[in-house]
């Protein structure tokens, strides 16, 4: 009886000693996948906020340029003899700008499809101070008044200046090198073939 008894509680102390030493070990399996995930929300948190700040810093700095932007230069919204305006465009413009596009008396029904886009902040777009235009025949039409000596004086007139622009090694701008050589910019930003007119 005794050495059954014995018998017994050696085999119970010694599944117990094990189970304790398998949930030991699960124990630690588990608090390691615990650490790792923890380690990876830490992470995760630290990215958000710093992200969040990044946003709040540069949203303070877009709000700080735009109010010094609107403070020193005025922009006015108006239409314009001679030219339409495509529907999505921003119609604000530098009065500078409008003032030129005011006293335009080149030829008519001329196309512009961009006027100020804040966010290309390394355009005079961003300003309000260049529009970009659609080089249909009206636009061509344009292009040709622009370097007449009444569109020269218009543009001295008013310190404008233009170029025509279209992506690289775009065959779109071959019609234009002879006669327009020195007003070609080839940018790899271009959206299509339009001409840029910009204040100097």
């Given at each position: 009886?005794?050495?059954?008894?014995?018998?017994?509680?050696?085999?119970?102390?010694?599944?117990?000693?094990?189970?304790?030493?398998?949930?030991?070990?699960?124990?630690?399996?588990?608090?390691?996948?615990?650490?790792?995930?923890?380690?990876?929300?830490?992470?995760?948190?630290?990215?958000?906020?710093?992200?969040?700040?990044?946003?709040?810093?540069?949203?303070?700095?877009?709000?700080?340029?735009?109010?010094?932007?609107?403070?020193?230069?005025?922009?006015?919204?108006?239409?314009?003899?001679?030219?339409?305006?495509?529907?999505?465009?921003?119609?604000?413009?530098?009065?500078?700008?409008?003032?030129?596009?005011?006293?335009?008396?080149?030829?008519?029904?001329?196309?512009?499809?961009s006027m100020r886009r804040l966010y290309c902040k390394h355009s005079k777009h961003s300003t309000g101070e260049a529009i970009d235009i659609n080089m249909d025949k009206h636009g061509r039409n344009m292009l040709e008044w622009l370097i007449s000596p009444g569109g020269l004086e218009w543009?001295?007139?008013?310190?404008?200046?233009?170029?025509?622009?279209?992506?690289?090694?775009?065959?779109?701008?071959?019609?234009?090198?002879?006669?327009?050589?020195?007003?070609?910019?080839?940018?790899?930003?271009?959206?299509?073939?339009?001409?840029?007119?910009?204040?100097?």
């Amino acid at each position: 009886m005794n050495m059954l008894l014995l018998a017994t509680c050696t085999y119970l102390y010694t599944e117990i000693k094990e189970t304790h030493q398998m949930t030991v070990q699960k124990t630690d399996e588990l608090l390691e996948i615990i650490d790792y995930y923890q380690c990876n929300v830490d992470s995760l948190a630290e990215l958000t906020v710093q992200k969040h700040e990044n946003r709040s810093n540069k949203k303070s700095d877009n709000v700080a340029k735009n109010r010094k932007i609107n403070k020193s230069k005025k922009s006015s919204i108006m239409s314009f003899e001679g030219f339409r305006v495509a529907s999505n465009v921003d119609r604000y413009l530098h009065s500078s700008l409008c003032k030129a596009l005011k006293s335009y008396n080149g030829p008519g029904s001329v196309l512009i499809t961009s006027m100020r886009r804040l966010y290309c902040k390394h355009s005079k777009h961003s300003t309000g101070e260049a529009i970009d235009i659609n080089m249909d025949k009206h636009g061509r039409n344009m292009l040709e008044w622009l370097i007449s000596p009444g569109g020269l004086e218009w543009l001295q007139d008013h310190k404008l200046s233009f170029y025509v622009e279209d992506k690289p090694r775009s065959r779109r701008l071959d019609e234009f090198r002879d006669r327009f050589s020195e007003y070609i910019f080839e940018n790899r930003r271009a959206t299509g073939l339009h001409i840029h007119m910009y204040k100097l």
